[in-house]
């Protein structure tokens, strides 16, 4: 099931979980531990609400050169796909062709 298929699924089993009794909470978790592949303790804290589901957005810095990405992918195509230390040291013999080759197009 995907993530967002989860989420929805979560939102909605919730509440129902939260207003039942012992034997429905029972019943309840079985169906959501089937359904979402989650293990029996991970279902009964994301139920309780003492365990947040994962934020959608990744942690850690954003990309530094994402604008120049592209750029930089077809030039190591062109290179043949050589390591960043060959590469940072042929930049001075490609440059110059490859700027030509962009300005044409």
Partial sequence: MPIESRRAYLKAIIERYKNSTKK???LILNEFCVNCRY???HAIRILGGKLEPRRTKKPGPKPKYESIRVILEELWQLMGKMCSKK?????SLWLPHFKGATAEQ
């Fill in 24 to 26: 429905k909470k029972g």
């Fill in 39 to 41: 293990s029996r303790k």
């Fill in 87 to 91: 590469m940072k040291r042929a930049f």
